[in-house]
């Protein structure tokens, strides 16, 4: 049976959360930088939005270099933030989760989703789900992202890169070989320099050239097993399974009314962030071993303070832990007021749903 794979990727990732959070820089040339603390310009870039792109200012590149590019230029540096990242992260996933059969997540920002079996098994409809997705992620955190549809993991993958940023791309089975016929091997997911370099000295520059490639020969210089591989990838073929993910922790955020460190406020906020996320632990029947507070301050920094408990799935027994991790965290910082407040369930344990009385009766 023909499987549909979805692949998500958000555009800019770290780039577009900054624009988002601060009105001021949006539409600007912004680079995310992971400095390295030698000297004040030492690192490199994490990435950067398509205009700071447009520049020539790249992922992986020096940010030493990169201030010699944005010279006499209007471009934003900012360090990277990744509390706030993985929080944005989360609730991506979660989204993403209720559209598919199976979500695999592959790094911070892009999953795979195993769409197969949703309601009208086809590309069309594939599509639309594809399109609800993009909306529900513009909706709901104001970012956009690419979409690649295919027969498997491969072929969403190499799609959703094939149009970006804000791209949806449709790779059916029937069109795979067209789609990879072309191609420079270097361009095939999985492919890295070193392989390019190998297949280039043999003669091969395309995909084809390597799906038609002697295999006797590709064996005799990349073994067995890779000049299999090789070759599968050539033509878009790859079966594995879009692997269900164990979810790892369930969290809420909230603005609050006005920036403020008035614990009776905030904690307000808290019980009714968890109110939702003692829906969620429900829905998933699973225990956590750990509760968090996330807090956002007038300047957009987030703070996390954990407990660790004994294995429950109630959160009500354990807010007042959360408020002692509130009161701690004002102690520690005095005349820090807050923005945004969170809380988070972590260390999840699967747990064997135990039949209620109601459950006999109906
Ligand atoms: P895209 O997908 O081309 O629109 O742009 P990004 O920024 O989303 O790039 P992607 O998907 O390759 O990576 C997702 C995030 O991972 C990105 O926002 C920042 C981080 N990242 C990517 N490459 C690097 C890197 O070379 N170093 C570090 N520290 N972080 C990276
Ligand atoms: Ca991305
Ligand atoms: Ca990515």
Redesign the pocket.
């Known amino acids: 049976m023909t499987r549909i794979v979805l692949h998500v ?9 900054e624009e988002i959070r601060n009105i001021e820089i949006k539409g600007k040339p912004v680079v ?1 930088c ?1 400095y390295s603390g030698r000297s004040p310009d030492s690192g ?7 205009k700071a ?1 447009e520049l020539g200012i790249k ?2 590149i020096p940010i030493s270099f990169a201030k010699r590019i944005a010279k006499d230029k209007e471009v934003v540096f900012l360090p ?1 933030d990744m509390e706030h ?1 993985r929080l944005a992260s989360d609730r991506i996933m979660e989204l993403l989760e209720e559209e598919a059969d199976a979500i695999e997540q592959v ?4 999953a795979y989703l195993d769409v197969t079996n949703r309601p009208f098994e086809n590309w069309i409809e594939a599509q639309k789900i594809a399109e609800k997705i993009k909306e529900k992620i513009k909706h709901h955190e104001g970012l956009t992202c ?1 979409v690649g549809i295919g027969p498997n993991k491969l072929v969403a993958k190499m799609a959703s ?1 094939h149009k ?2 804000n791209g949806l791309t449709v790779i059916t089975d029937a069109e795979v070989i067209g789609f990879f016929d072309k191609l420079p091997v270097s361009k095939i997911h999985g492919i890295g320099d070193r392989t390019t370099k190998s297949l280039n000295d043999l003669g091969i520059q395309t995909a084809s050239d390597l799906a038609n490639y002697n295999i006797d020969a590709l064996e005799r210089i990349f073994g067995k097993n890779k000049a299999k591989i090789l070759q599968e990838k050539a033509k878009g073929i790859d079966e594995s399974p879009v692997e269900q993910d164990e979810i790892q922790q369930i969290s809420r955020i909230g603005t609050l009314s006005e920036d403020t460190d008035n614990i009776e406020i905030i904690f307000e906020k808290i019980k009714e962030l968890s109110f939702d996320i003692q829906k969620k632990i429900k829905k998933k029947v699973v225990d956590f071993r750990t509760i968090s507070i996330i807090a956002i301050d007038t300047e957009l920094k987030t703070h996390s303070r954990s407990e660790t408990l004994q294995q429950t799935d109630l959160i009500d027994e354990n807010l007042i832990k959360v408020r002692n991790l509130l009161q701690k965290f004002f102690e520690e910082n005095p005349g820090k007021k807050l923005r945004r407040i969170g809380i988070k369930v972590s260390n999840l344990l699967e747990k064997k749903k135990q039949k209620t009385l109601g459950d006999f009766y109906s």
């Open positions: 990727d958000l555009d800019s990732f770290y780039a577009s959360l995310i992971v490199a870039v994490s990435t950067s939005n398509y792109r992922a992986g990277v990242y790094s911070i920002d892009e690419s890169g970006k940023p």
